[in-house]
């Protein structure tokens, strides 16, 4: 059986790992699929398509389970994202979320989901985690190690901080900053 579990991965940190450490207990493979792929370089999606499939691909390597990591960019037409999912994933019997717009997604395609309880949510959460990465505070027992060397091989913390003072200007891409 192969399972399904999608995140934005801003970053990939302790409470996913938790996650992807539960459903390789109950399925024999697990697609990973990034969301937001396309969006990088801000304070809400600093790091790159790419730069997280290095941080889950490490991270996940230590579990007994064949990973896929897939990117998955955004849709703007929610009743047809499941089948746009579908199209960029391999073939899933399960998906795995907590996430209520993307359970009755699921559930509406006739997909099953299976939710899990949220592992010390109330710091392993990506929008504390950036604002402990802008603020130059504790982060990094949040994270796997694997992880951690990622962000620290790409210089993630400068870009987060980066981005964070342009952004406080109100740009928010590329061409709202050169205007």
């Given at each position: 059986m192969r399972g399904f579990y999608i995140g934005r991965f801003q970053p990939y940190h302790n409470g996913h790992h938790h996650m992807v450490k539960e459903i390789a207990t109950e399925v024999d493979e697990l697609v990973l699929g990034i969301g937001s792929a396309g969006d990088s370089h801000s304070t809400r999606n600093p790091f790159t398509a790419g730069e997280r499939i290095m941080m889950i691909t490490k991270s996940v390597a230590e579990f007994d389970i064949t990973t896929y990591v897939v990117p998955i960019e955004d849709l703007d037409r929610n009743s047809v994202w499941v089948s746009h999912v579908q199209s960029m994933s391999p073939k899933f019997d399960v998906a795995y979320s907590n996430n209520p717009l993307?359970?009755?997604?699921?559930?509406?395609?006739?997909?099953?989901?299976?939710?899990?309880?949220?592992?010390?949510?109330?710091?392993?959460?990506?929008?504390?985690?950036?604002?402990?990465?802008i603020d130059g505070?504790?982060?990094?027992?949040?994270?796997?190690?694997?992880?951690?060397?990622?962000i620290d091989e790409i210089d993630g913390i400068e870009r987060i901080q980066k981005v964070s003072d342009s952004d406080s200007n109100g740009h928010t891409s590329i061409d709202s900053a050169l205007d």
């Open positions: 993307v359970i009755q997604l699921f559930n509406e395609a006739g997909v099953e989901v299976r939710q899990s309880p949220m592992f010390r949510r109330e710091v392993l959460e990506g929008t504390e985690l950036r604002q402990r990465m505070g504790d982060w990094r027992d949040l994270v796997p190690d694997p992880a951690v060397d990622v």
